[in-house]
C-alpha cells in the first residue's frame, strides 16, 4: 500500500494481471525467437518497468538498449515530430530489435520510431506493448505483441506517468479528477 493510491480512483489493469501477461508474452517472445537473441530496445522513461519484469521473464538471452524521444506538440497529444534525446549506444546493423514500449495511444510516436530503426538496416523490428488504446488503429502500426487494450482514458503507474509520479505504482489506475486541480 502506498500513499499514491489514494489519488487513483480505479485499478484498470492489476498487478497480478500484468504479471500473468508478461508471462504469456514471454512465451510467445520466447517460441518465436528460438534461434535469434533479441535487442529489447526500452523507450525511456515509461517502458522501464515493463522492460525489466519481460527480461526476466524471457527463458532465452537478450540485451537491452534505451532510446528517450519526445513529441513535439501539447502534453496530452502527440504531434508526430519526434526529436530523439537518447539514441541507442550501439550500432544495430543485423541484430533482431524488439522494440518495448508502455502504450500505444495515437501511435504516431512509434510509428515514427519504426522508421527511424528500420533505416538502420536491422535483421528485424518488432514491437511489443503493454497497453493499447482504441485510437491507436487510426495509425497503421504493426504491433505483434499487445498486452491489454484499454479504453481511452489517460491512466498511470507501472511506468507510466503524470507529471513524472506515479509511475512507482505496481499497476495500472485511473488518476482522481482533483489530482489535475479539477
Ligand atoms: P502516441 O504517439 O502513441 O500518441 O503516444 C504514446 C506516448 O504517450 C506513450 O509512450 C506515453 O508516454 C504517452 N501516453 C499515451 N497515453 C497515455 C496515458 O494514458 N497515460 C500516460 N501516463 N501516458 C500516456
Ligand atoms: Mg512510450
Ligand atoms: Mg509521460
Do not use: H
Not at 491489454?148 to 506515479?166: H, K, Q, S
Request: a negative charge; one cysteine or more.
Amino acid at each position: 500500500m502506498s500513499v499514491l493510491d489514494d489519488d487513483i480512483e480505479a485499478t484498470v489493469v492489476s498487478t497480478e494481471e500484468i504479471q500473468s501477461k508478461i508471462t504469456e508474452l514471454a512465451a510467445r517472445i520466447d517460441a518465436d525467437y528460438a534461434d535469434r537473441e533479441p535487442l529489447l530496445v526500452g523507450v525511456l522513461k515509461g517502458a522501464v518497468m515493463f522492460m525489466s519484469d519481460l527480461a526476466r521473464e524471457l527463458s532465452r538471452p537478450s540485451t537491452m538498449e534505451f532510446m528517450a524521444c519526445s513529441s513535439y506538440g501539447s502534453n496530452t497529444t502527440s504531434s508526430g515530430v519526434v526529436r530523439i534525446l537518447k539514441d541507442l549506444d550501439r550500432d544495430v546493423t543485423g541484430l533482431d530489435i524488439l522494440i518495448v514500449e508502455d502504450i500505444i495511444d495515437s501511435g504516431l510516436t512509434l510509428s515514427w520510431l519504426l522508421k527511424n530503426l528500420q533505416a538502420r538496416n536491422p535483421a528485424s523490428v518488432e514491437v511489443v506493448a503493454l497497453l493499447r488504446k482504441p485510437d491507436a488503429i487510426k495509425v497503421q502500426v504493426p504491433v505483434k505483441y499487445v498486452g491489454f487494450d484499454i479504453p481511452n482514458e489517460f491512466v498511470v503507474g507501472y511506468g507510466l506517468d503524470y507529471a513524472e509520479r506515479y509511475r512507482d505504482l505496481p499497476y495500472i489506475g485511473r488518476l482522481r479528477p482533483s489530482v489535475y486541480g479539477g
